[in-house]
């Protein structure tokens, strides 16, 4: 993993060269077939452009794809992680051994369609959310195999994260609220027993359920399939209470209503489709060979 | 990997259990903080729903989940891999250590989710051929580390594989033709060095190209964006030329035009969408615990 | 990993079985050449029992190995987990295959006698802030391997878990505070890019820097080899302007002055000797054979 | 693992590269909260320092550390591996990627903490048998994981290694004399089935049962607990027999006993807490970032 | 794995790094003991020649070996991929750091030794077919774990790969044809479930069967064990039929019979010897080291 | 890994079920294509026979081979491990899924073809040893990623292992002296710095050398390339010096002169041919289908 081939800011996985790997691997297999037509010395040039507007993500990705291939074909990037791309927009330019440019395009792509992908689908509800001082959130609801990759997407667009798995944030459902015995007991166990600053949050489904988790010291509360009044109403009995816990919306939230629900003053909206959908984005390689 | 577990036919890939261990190790990481709420002995039941119609499959993938976690959660299937489910239909019960059912959920309903919607957009693609002779295939353009996966939920759903990787197919492109002088040379030295049956298909953008792909004795040729005269024009000329290859549609194909390419004649019509494409399916989880 | 073999409730790290695998590899390699001297059906029985008193801790780690042997040794605790155990008392019985149970011995207890020595470490710290409400919390002074394996007896022996690595908190320091400008700027940034609920922590080194951490919205501060005046005077600053932040006295603390500084009124303390010291616990395996 | 990074003697073990990998893996899972506060282009130099006096050891640890991080952090060292080090002596600098450096210094100071303690301990027993022919040697007692790196520190220590594991080295237990009839019949069987040069070690109780194993052809003893008086005994009598055979003490052996114990004869001490027990060795980091 | 060090055509296994790495760390474990005692930065030059004539293949397994091991001993190469060497011709140099040189000798030798035993038996077979028409397949019968890199020989050595394995072709024996009723009803499914292009092969033991695998539309037929006139009349059967499918001649075929069995118009011939049973050739590795 | 599964004795390598994992991997790949013919329910049995006279040898490969594939296909062996077969004996029976059955039986005949091969090899030459007190050893000259696995095979077949790799014994070779300076130096260094018991040997080209070996206190010497007399020699030359070491005879010794080799008095012969070529034995597998 090349921490500096990133010219954006979040966080990569450290996962990252694993997983292209995997993806190597599973395209590659016992070899490249067809290019083993090509003269193993030859080489060439070749541009990825998008053919679609989009949100670049995925760079470091598609670097250490080619990194990984060995045979010294280089990527040089002309965008950067997060830029709004136009349709026809060059992304970056191939230079090097022509095997190894074409073994390697289909994975690089497959990375960049998706998390492109992931990226822009945060990107476009989030700036629903501008100006309203509410955040999107993504979920648990990823790709197997990829969801720090997606997570990662989710921040190049302006999205914020929601635990990454089960091991860094509490979330107590109605199961664990009934092995407790009730809100109030789960969250002092949580609380008791989870790492310093980890936040405990409660999916609640009514106000009464919610001022018991206000009550007990919970850091967040989900509201659950509430209806706009109903969140109005949460935000309003969290505010009458000192407001010591964040608000999240959550359940079936779609672009048309996201910015309605954002007005009704909860903290977050968190959207299981930007990571368990993906609408790849359409991209292009286009090779230049030199003769002979 | 159980290949016990499916009760219908496709073959099971080798590396399911790495994929599933890969997704629980990147949602479980240090520990389930929630699960640990409940006492480690509790046991339960929960029963898994569609939200939504849909075609079923993923189930090795789910029962290797619980498997792989422990602590005796069992699955029990009542619906059958390949079957179309209604909404609101059960498609498994889940009993045993509740720990392990709180915490493998999320894991096994990710791939189910993926794996249902993948076959189901193949189940659809693939109705829409019924009938005309012309079968329908995926390709390379799949979600990186899930290829051998979203192939087997295509041929769950009635599609049929294209090539698996670049090691047991050779797909002739432009520059492997301009590297090879032509594509004549091409296919005699992809048909001189690949392995026994291995398909040889060439990429061709014109009539002409296609008429050599012929003579060369190539396997399959992909008409690139033909129009749908141009498709026609081809099947007649490998018809008179004694139908040695099959002919494969590629290139922007959607639900609305693949019946009428279908009717030119072409044999298989290979859409990118089914797999790099994910609509994830609505799935529900509703638990019963035991009292106590 | 068996979820239900642990019979208390710290939840157990996904990578359990990984790090067994590891350990027995080294151990084992190419075949236990002195188990080649037992006849390979013969069965047996053997009792691990304390040398000196400690806090049990590992048991899904000896479960673990033991499984992942094969033979048919199988495990019988008497203890459970964070149990206080005297010198002398029996923790396990192993039953069946001798020679899994001979090749197995070293690796089990080299797990629990680390297991048990960093959970009694931390039973030891925790202990002398009972009754203060301050917390102990460990560091990522750990082991290079075992960090999961760490945090869990952590938990077991009673202790917090500060972060599990750089993913799932942000301490902002010295050099992070330099490149964003100011600790406002650091915090900010750190607000506006982070997942939701990952606690944003400032070490600060003086009363000024910690007021603004408070101002700027941190959630913790940790005070860097403050004074026992100096922290006392943190804790009050912070009273001051609401206690909207949660302070971590740090840096060199021992048994002898852990409850001086609980007295201060900080709300955690964080001792990296628990994790990054290991004094191994005292045991032993007692064999009986079966005769012939 | 680059075998030229280090520069003194001792063989670098093979799985060096994964347990770095491994312990990067855990520390940044799915990335650098902190760390992705600086930008990403920005450069600096740092210098770590021992706090205590040490033996340095793990230099090709830390330096694969940095390695495997990428983005162009390079270590340069000013000590050697296995020079003994004053406290506040500068140990190496390191240079380039800001975000890289604090990413790797945890993970790199958790490799150099743990190895020099191990080889400062090897070395203070060992020192204590300077002048004395009696040898310092390690057991199997060692932290999961780190089998390998931890009898390498011995090396570096100046003690010396017993087995690695079960695999090059037979150790013959009372079990083992109870499978196979005798000690004369166990080192028999032992001789005759492992490989050539493959030393074969008997445990013994008394004086008696170290004369069977002399007869046997035993080519070391190990005397378990033994009295000093015994061990001189032990010594003689193997003297009287043409000293066939090296003897070894074991037992609950300490530092204020070692030398006495050398005195007696015997050829080999082990001691257990060199590397199970870990007195990890305080280091620091001290930061210079470039303005701006 | 550099596609780029291979100067001749075949298509180099993804898995090449995994298998050089399962390879060295086997040989080298917890340390090479031996070179130990050359001093860390020696360094010299060493050239590997053959003792017996070969056909040349496995550089890039070689230049992987001392890549992998680091420390700078970097391998120029003399001979060429596929190339026919004589005895004591000179491979490849190595020049560079001493102690890298000594321990990747072996793991490099190894791999060299059979890759090019088995590049140099595919050849000496393929050479009785030459100017037949006919073509030389391999197996599945390799050497566990090697799959891959003895498929790659047997490209190297003239001859063509059968399926790699399961996955990407279908082999109808017996069974399949019992379970489905009929060689038609088997062929019928399997090309009805198995992805386009794959290969559907048919083990026939009779004429009657391979009237019956024409008909069904397989694409090639394996006459199991045939004698040299049931050959010829198989041959008649499918030119009589329109030469549909091709035929593949097998079992217990030696060096003697080949060009016999080619004579009958058979299309292919499989051996498994030549990746099954394995002569290792003749190398040796001469060093010359720099004074002091 | 069951070591419960091996009838005789043996030590089993921890990396068996690695190796069984990975052969299935490279075989079944994204799917069984011809085994999804198969009713994912329908049973079976099966028999493996020899075709050839041979050591019985991988008996606990096979089992796992069968145990990973899952699907409940269970081994019931006739043989016993290191029994010498005649042709067409029974081996073992498989009972249970038959696509379980039918995917798994490659993977379980390559290792079995191949371990029977090397046991029955080393048995070859360990029967010409017969009474002679000389003991066959193997060398580091093996399958690259079987090491283990052979030396096992080399176990069962009545060889004695030569070390396992390069960090369970030394072994000084010219370059080794040269860097040294002298037999002298070398010895002393490696006997300074390598573990407790670790053999050094030396291989040395003359008597002259085989004295100094002798005076240095060597282990073990290997004579290279010594005529019959020279062994010999050198035998008499160890006694008069009260045969410390042992003396190994090496390089190119085949079966015809072995024996003779054996009458010189060296203590071991090492073959490289009985690891490095692999003449596969011929083994069968019949199947029984269960009606419907």
């Not at 798995?165 to 009934?178: Q, S, W, Y």
């Not at 008791?192 to 988790?213: D, F, K, M, N, Y």
Request: charged share 20%; proline share 3%.
């Amino acid at each position: 993993m090349s921490l500096a081939a990133v010219s954006s800011a979040p966080a990569i996985p450290a996962d990252l060269a694993q997983q292209v790997a995997a993806a190597l691997a599973e395209d590659v297999g016992s070899g490249d077939l067809t290019a083993a037509l090509i003269p193993p010395t030859k080489t060439g040039r070749a541009t990825v452009i998008t053919r679609e507007p989009t949100l670049v993500c995925g760079m470091p990705y598609v670097t250490e794809t080619f990194r990984q291939l060995g045979g010294g074909a280089t990527v040089s990037w002309s965008a950067t992680e997060g830029e709004a791309a136009v349709a026809n927009q060059p992304l970056f330019r191939l230079e090097g051994n022509a095997r190894a440019m074409l073994t390697g395009e289909r994975t690089a792509l497959n990375f960049l369609q998706l998390l492109c992908a992931t990226a822009a689908a945060a990107h476009a509800y989030a700036a629903e959310l501008e100006g309203t001082g509410c955040r999107l959130l993504d979920t648990r609801k990823t790709i197997p195999g990829l969801r720090t990759a997606q997570k990662y997407a989710v921040r190049v667009g302006g999205g914020h994260n929601h635990r990454i798995g089960l091991f860094d944030g509490v979330l107590i459902k109605e199961n664990h609220i009934m092995a407790a015995g009730s809100i109030t007991a789960a969250v002092s166990a949580a609380k008791h027993r989870s790492g310093v600053g980890v936040p405990v949050e409660v999916e609640v489904e009514s106000l009464e359920q919610l001022r018991e988790a206000i009550d007990a010291g919970a850091d967040i509360a989900m509201l659950d399939n509430f209806s706009l009044s109903g969140m109005r109403e949460g935000v309003a009995l969290n505010a009458s209470r000192g407001k010591t816990l964040k608000i999240e919306a959550s359940g079936g939230i779609e672009m048309g209503s996201i910015r309605e629900i954002a007005a009704t003053g909860v903290d977050f909206i968190s959207v299981g489709g930007i990571t368990k959908h993906v609408r790849a984005v359409d991209l292009s390689m286009r090779f230049e060979w030199e003769a002979g």
